[in-house]
């Protein structure tokens, strides 16, 4: 069996494990995944997210999920995100997501040549108003054309805090 055959029975299962899990996940208010088309994340691509939060009175986690490929020139990715309220106010962070430990080795799972990881973003955080939120993420990374290669997928996660 050719080896592109492998990756693409890799990726086939990968996906639907992670389907499989994510809709075995207790307490997600929010479980949200974007693709990135040819595992090219372009600087200037904002995924946009939205969320409505069911209760303002609880508190939530948010998480964030990264699959990137085996080729991934990176131990890690620089994340811009914006999360605007539904009254307009805007909210901005920089965040590093370490996607591999120092000797190279992908943390999370992996199948294939594929590795999912959850990186917890927000603990405990409360979201004041009801409405729609919209979280923006751009990638920071420094790459010669502004594209960054080897990110498959990005995805929020927002659960109850119990």
């Not at 901005?92 to 594929?114: I, N, Q, R, Y």
């Not at 939120?133 to 290669?149: E, F, N, W």
Request: hydrophobic share 40%; charged share 20%; with cysteine.
């Amino acid at each position: 069996m050719p080896r592109s055959s492998f990756v693409l029975a890799g990726t086939i299962l990968a996906m639907l494990l992670s389907i499989l899990t994510g809709s075995c996940r207790k307490g997600a208010v929010v479980e949200d995944y974007r693709r990135i088309k040819h595992s090219a994340w372009n600087q200037d691509t904002a995924l946009v997210f939205e969320l409505n939060v069911p209760d303002a009175k609880k508190s939530y986690h948010l998480s964030f999920t990264v699959r990137n490929e085996g080729r991934y020139s990176f131990r890690n990715l620089w994340l811009f995100v914006s999360i605007e309220t539904p009254a307009g106010k805007e909210m901005k962070d920089t965040v590093e997501l370490t996607l591999a430990d120092p000797s190279g080795m992908w943390l999370g799972s992996g199948l294939g040549d594929l590795y999912d990881w959850k990186y917890p973003f927000k603990q405990s955080i409360f979201f004041p108003e009801l409405g729609t939120y919209t979280i923006s993420v751009s990638q920071g990374m420094r790459t010669a054309d502004g594209i960054l290669k080897g990110i498959h997928d990005f995805g929020i996660i927002v659960e109850k805090a119990h």
